[in-house]
């Protein structure tokens, strides 16, 4: 039996919504710690964790499949009405999380050494920082098995679990910072130790939710659980999606690392751009899980029909979000500008590169919008292969432009979510024929209808 074909603007914004209030309060881990750490008033310490935080975004970025892949995997079960399968993909991700998660923490002298030496900061940041890596690090399977909750949850449609479980989470962080910190005057250590209680008292939320979904136990037969075909289909989905961040990740360190060789003002506007991007992602990011998972339930019940619905709506709705985010960042970027920094000269050069800013949510839109679609279809191979392909535009696009300075930086930026997304949407429509063989519906175009 298959699901109704029709996928409403409703079910859309019931993911998509609580996904987008989600995406808001993740960066809250890190900036409780550095409100805190700068209530005390040592600059190295506030440096310290400025950096460690930055640090573990990355790090457990590069692990995001664990999140993504849990979504399309738990969604595409759901569409093929295998109950069962919904309670091993949840405890497979939990090994895999504590395999990797363990790995980090055995590994931690070695990554503290490298990721502290490449940032280059101070002697007395550095220090600090190493003193929040290294007990930070021990929330790393944590942190992990939480990714797969999360995704476990939305590949349900279960949005609004996913969002009180990750504001739960932030809660208790916030509050175990200012305790240990402002209180018991723990320092940076508390600050750490408190993003360890936080992702504990997620993880325990996490499993309690879960068993409650799966009356009561996580038991899975053991021939189920280690079943060749899935096993070997999960590991190297994952393995695309890693290899993807992977390439996502170098493009932004590089887009970062030659604004900084630009100049200091020139980093500190880029910076306040910067923000200008991440508000616009948590946005777009919010449709992608949507995309993932209505794609993910579609693609899992072979209903070719409620698949195209699912892309057609989220495309849409992504460029009316991407639209608005534009028209905001038009009319209100000079007065957000100035909210964030109060130095005349980044202010100028921030308006300076303002209008590539603007231009980036019509691009990036349709970036997301196919991330979340290729990912819910388990599309991984192709998408691992035109990301690296959109980073080697990206770095021939900046070679190119390079002579126009941090111009031909924003421009080369602006390159690559264009081809992110006009890459995959080339792509798509061989790929629904081959995945959707019976002709049922007729393939979207590879841009939006008029």
């Not at 399309?72 to 109950?83: D, H, N």
């Not at 939990?94 to 923490?105: H, T, Y």
């Given at each position: 039996?298959?699901?109704?074909?029709?996928?409403?603007?409703?079910?859309?914004?019931?993911?998509?919504?609580?996904?987008m209030v989600a995406n808001l309060t993740t960066p809250l881990i890190g900036i409780a710690s550095t409100t805190a750490?700068?209530?005390?008033?040592?600059?190295?310490?506030?440096?310290?964790?400025?950096?460690?935080?930055?640090?573990?975004?990355?790090?457990?970025?590069?692990?995001?499949?664990?999140?993504?892949?849990?979504?399309?995997?738990?969604?595409?079960?759901?569409?093929?009405?295998?109950?069962?399968?919904?309670?091993?993909?949840?405890?497979?991700?939990?090994?895999?999380?504590?395999?990797?998660?363990?790995?980090?923490?055995?590994?931690?002298?070695?990554?503290?050494?490298?990721?502290?030496?490449?940032?280059?900061?101070?002697?007395?940041?550095?220090?600090?920082?190493?003193?929040?890596?290294?007990?930070?690090?021990?929330?790393?399977?944590?942190?992990?098995?939480?990714?797969?909750?999360?995704?476990?949850?939305?590949?349900?449609?279960?949005?609004?679990?996913?969002?009180?479980?990750?504001?739960?989470?932030?809660?208790?962080?916030?509050?175990?910072?200012?305790?240990?910190?402002?209180?018991?005057?723990?320092?940076?250590?508390?600050?750490?130790?408190?993003?360890?209680?936080?992702?504990?008292?997620?993880?325990?939320?996490?499993?309690?939710?879960?068993?409650?979904?799966?009356?009561?136990?996580?038991?899975?037969?053991?021939?189920?659980?280690?079943?060749?075909?899935?096993?070997?289909?999960?590991?190297?989905?994952?393995?695309?999606?890693?290899?993807?961040?992977?390439?996502?990740?170098?493009?932004?360190?590089?887009?970062?690392?030659?604004?900084?060789?630009?100049?200091?003002?020139?980093?500190?506007?880029?910076?306040?751009?910067?923000?200008?991007?991440?508000?616009?992602?948590?946005?777009?990011?919010?449709?992608?899980?949507?995309?993932?998972?209505?794609?993910?339930?579609?693609?899992?019940?072979?209903?070719?029909?409620?698949?195209?619905?699912?892309?057609?709506?989220?495309?849409?709705?992504?460029?009316?979000?991407?639209?608005?985010?534009?028209?905001?960042?038009?009319?209100?970027?000079?007065?957000?500008?100035?909210?964030?920094?109060?130095?005349?000269?980044?202010?100028?050069?921030?308006?300076?590169?303002?209008?590539?800013?603007?231009?980036?949510?019509?691009?990036?839109?349709?970036?997301?919008?196919?991330?979340?679609?290729?990912?819910?279809?388990?599309?991984?191979?192709?998408?691992?292969?035109?990301?690296?392909?959109?980073?080697?535009?990206?770095?021939?696009?900046?070679?190119?432009?390079?002579?126009?300075?941090?111009?031909?930086?924003?421009?080369?930026?602006?390159?690559?979510?264009?081809?992110?997304?006009?890459?995959?949407?080339?792509?798509?429509?061989?790929?629904?024929?081959?995945?959707?063989?019976?002709?049922?519906?007729?393939?979207?175009?590879?841009?939006?209808?008029?």
């Amino acid at each position: 039996m298959s699901l109704p074909s029709r996928v409403t603007s409703a079910q859309v914004f019931a993911i998509a919504g609580p996904a987008m209030v989600a995406n808001l309060t993740t960066p809250l881990i890190g900036i409780a710690s550095t409100t805190a750490i700068g209530r005390l008033g040592d600059a190295a310490l506030l440096g310290g964790v400025a950096m460690a935080s930055v640090l573990f975004d990355c790090l457990f970025w590069l692990f995001a499949f664990l999140r993504m892949g849990t979504v399309a995997f738990t969604a595409q079960s759901l569409g093929a009405r295998e109950t069962q399968e919904l309670r091993a993909i949840l405890v497979r991700g939990f090994i895999v999380a504590a395999l990797v998660g363990s790995g980090l923490v055995v590994l931690q002298m070695p990554l503290a050494a490298l990721l502290l030496g490449a940032m280059g900061g101070s002697e007395g940041v550095t220090r600090a920082a190493k003193t929040y890596f290294t007990i930070r690090i021990w929330s790393a399977p944590l942190a992990l098995a939480n990714y797969v909750v999360l995704g476990w949850l939305i590949g349900q449609a279960r949005a609004r679990l996913a969002l009180s479980a990750q504001i739960a989470i932030n809660l208790v962080n916030m509050a175990a910072t200012m305790l240990l910190v402002l209180v018991f005057d723990a320092g940076i250590a508390g600050a750490a130790i408190a993003a360890v209680i936080a992702e504990t008292a997620g993880v325990l939320i996490g499993v309690a939710i879960a068993l409650r979904l799966l009356q009561g136990s996580l038991s899975v037969p053991r021939a189920m659980l280690f079943d060749r075909a899935r096993l070997m289909r999960m590991l190297a989905v994952n393995r695309d999606i890693m290899i993807r961040t992977a390439a996502l990740i170098t493009a932004f360190l590089f887009f970062t690392a030659q604004g900084a060789r630009a100049g200091d003002l020139t980093l500190a506007a880029n910076a306040v751009l910067n923000n200008f991007l991440l508000i616009s992602a948590f946005f777009l990011d919010g449709l992608a899980n949507a995309a993932e998972q209505l794609c993910g339930r579609a693609f899992g019940a072979r209903d070719r029909d409620g698949f195209a619905g699912a892309v057609r709506l989220v495309l849409r709705w992504g460029f009316a979000f991407a639209l608005v985010v534009t028209a905001v960042f038009a009319l209100f970027g000079p007065m957000l500008i100035d909210m964030m920094t109060a130095s005349a000269d980044v202010r100028r050069i921030a308006r300076d590169y303002l209008p590539f800013v603007i231009l980036s949510p019509a691009l990036a839109v349709f970036a997301f919008g196919f991330d979340g679609i290729y990912i819910g279809a388990t599309w991984a191979r192709d998408m691992r292969n035109l990301m690296l392909l959109s980073l080697l535009i990206f770095i021939a696009a900046w070679l190119a432009l390079r002579s126009f300075g941090n111009a031909g930086l924003w421009a080369a930026l602006l390159f690559n979510y264009a081809a992110r997304g006009g890459l995959q949407a080339l792509r798509y429509p061989a790929l629904l024929r081959k995945s959707f063989p019976e002709p049922s519906a007729v393939p979207i175009p590879a841009s939006l209808p008029p």
